[in-house]
Structure formats: C-alpha cells, structure tokens
C-alpha cells in the first residue's frame, strides 16, 4: 500500500522568507501528485499537480514543486511567502489505479 | 459553477447513536469519495463511488459504516453505532472522472462530528 510523508509538522517562518515543504511517497508504480491548502475556515483545494512532462510545476499564488522520482520526493517551494499563504498544506498521491492517499498535513504560519 | 455540498455542517451525538452525513458532487462529476480527517491527521478515502458503483471500499469499517450513492448523484455516509474515534471531519470530493488519475478532487465544507 502506498504512503505519504509530510515530515515538517508545523512551519514557522517570517514574512518574505522561502519556502520548502518535504513530501515523500512510497509506491512502486506510477504517481500522480498534488498539493492541496486549506486557508483559515475555507474548503481544501488544489494547489498544483503534477502528472507527466516537466518535473517542475507551477501553481496558484507563486508555487512550485519539483518531482524528483529517484528520490520519491515532491516538495512544494514559494522563494517569498506571504502571511496570507499561513494555512494548512497536503501533500497528495494519486495512483493509476486512481487510489488516493494524503499526508498527514504541515501547518503553515507566516508571521508579518 | 456550484461546489461540491454537504450537511450538516457540524453534528453532536451520544456513543452508540446512529448518524448520516449527505454530500452533493458537482453536476457531471461522476467520482465521489468519502474522505474521514481526524484531528492532527490527512484525509483518510473511506470509500470511492464511480458513478453509483464503489471503486474501493478497503478502510470502510464496514461494520459500523455504510455509504450509498442511489442514481450516480447524491451520497449519504452513515454511522450505526457510533465510537468514540469516530469523532472527525468527513469530507465529501468529487472529480469528474476519478479513472482518469490526472482527476482534480474538489472538496466540499466538511461535516465535524463529535462523539460524546
């Protein structure tokens, strides 16, 4: 069965600062993997996602994440965040059987 | 276009009583998966409908927990009888092709429930 390891539980940083939030997955076969936020009292959505191509993409709002398949590594990037991007961050994975499976979260603070 | 919907909002009941949770996916959307987010935890997929047909079903505690999903459209998730761990978010998503795993999931509010 597949896994998801978000290993930053909560992040703290200041505003302007760059961020980079680790996801690694476990499974043999082929991935497809997504970054969902939650803001503060608002409904999970997508934030970027990634399925073939380029294994660097682009998302909402300044994100990025880099596929690195050797490594079984997905980590979400921002070079300046900013304190409305303090929410809540979840790393995806979906396989070609369609299973999904989420990480258990890392919480986000951005202080002004 | 309207999101994903759920109710009720938020729900408080006593161990052992029985519960139901309602979503309705987005129109067209033909996947809908029943997600239970425990506090400090990610989503967990309770159970994945493919039209009116389940896709996976393999962490539904099928003792307690039913779901349905009559005519391809609206769900419901029950618990009968509810556990102390039962207290969660549970989270309705829909995508419009769910075998199509490039799929975009769209979540809807949620349903907090609290067991007593």
């Known amino acids: 069965a597949q896994s998801v390891s978000q290993h930053n539980h909560h992040v703290i940083l200041s505003e302007a600062a760059s961020l980079e939030l680790g996801c690694n997955y476990s499974?043999?076969?082929?991935?497809?993997l997504f970054w969902y936020v939650q803001y503060p009292g608002q409904h999970l959505q997508l934030l970027l996602k990634?399925?073939?191509?380029?294994?660097l993409v682009k998302g909402i709002k300044g994100f990025e994440a880099e596929f690195i398949k050797s490594k079984f590594s997905f980590n979400l990037r921002k070079p300046s965040v900013q304190w409305s991007d303090t929410a809540e961050y979840f790393c995806?994975?979906?396989?070609?059987?369609?299973?999904?499976?989420f990480g258990d979260g890392t919480t986000l603070t951005v202080k002004p | 276009e309207a999101g994903v919907a759920q109710s009720p909002r938020y729900k408080i009941i006593e161990k052992r009583q029985s519960v139901a949770f309602w979503c309705n996916p987005i129109?067209?959307?033909?996947?809908l998966y029943w997600y239970q987010q425990i506090l400090g935890q990610g989503p967990k997929l309770l159970i994945q409908?493919?039209?009116?047909?389940?896709?996976?079903d393999s962490q539904l505690p099928k003792d307690r927990f039913s779901a349905e999903r009559l005519k391809g459209v609206d769900s419901t998730l029950k618990i009968q009888p509810a556990k102390l761990e039962d207290s969660a978010v549970y989270l309705c998503?829909?995508?419009?092709?769910?075998?199509?795993?490039?799929?975009?999931?769209?979540f809807g509010p949620g349903t907090r429930l609290t067991v007593l």
């Open positions: 409908f493919q039209n009116n047909g389940v896709v996976d």
């Open positions: 990634y399925f073939s191509g380029d294994p």
């Open positions: 499974y043999g076969g082929t991935v497809n």
């Open positions: 129109s067209g959307h033909a996947t």
């Open positions: 998503a829909s995508s419009f092709n769910g075998g199509a795993s490039t799929d975009t999931q769209y």
């Open positions: 995806a994975v979906l396989t070609n059987a369609g299973k999904s499976t």
